[in-house]
């Protein structure tokens, strides 16, 4: 059995590697270009149209403290959900803005509650 596994746990050393040559991708040739994961157009940054970066890492942060138990939900069912996810004190003070008659479906929603923008649609 040691011999079986030698390769993996000592890498491409003694008994070799187990990788199939046939796995290995090949280069792209002359006139190809090389391969991406990137997507073409107005969204290789990843970030939606009408929202920076820091828009979306700042609404996911809000997202992270209130759980999908709490939506649909008004101001006091979101400031409770936030409290029991131990929430950072800004993003319980940004709840406690909110009006109170008010019913949110979507974390987007109380995104844009809070005066932020959400991401545009093209149509």
């Known amino acids: 059995m040691s011999q079986e596994v ?23 040739g002359e006139d190809q270009p090389e391969p991406t994961t990137a997507p073409a157009g107005d969204l290789r940054s990843g970030t939606p149209q009408g929202m920076t970066s820091e828009d979306v890492e700042a609404r996911s942060r809000l997202g992270r403290f209130i759980s999908m138990n709490a939506l649909p939900g008004d101001r006091a069912a979101l400031l409770a959900d936030a409290q029991a996810n131990e929430a950072p004190d800004d993003v319980v003070a940004a709840l406690e803005r909110l009006p109170e008659s008010t019913r949110y479906q979507t974390v987007s929603e109380v995104w844009a509650a809070l005066g932020h923008p959400n991401e545009t649609t093209r149509w």
């Open 6 to 28: 030698s390769g993996l746990v000592q890498g491409p050393g003694a008994g070799g590697s187990r990788v199939d040559e046939f796995r290995v991708p090949e280069p792209a």
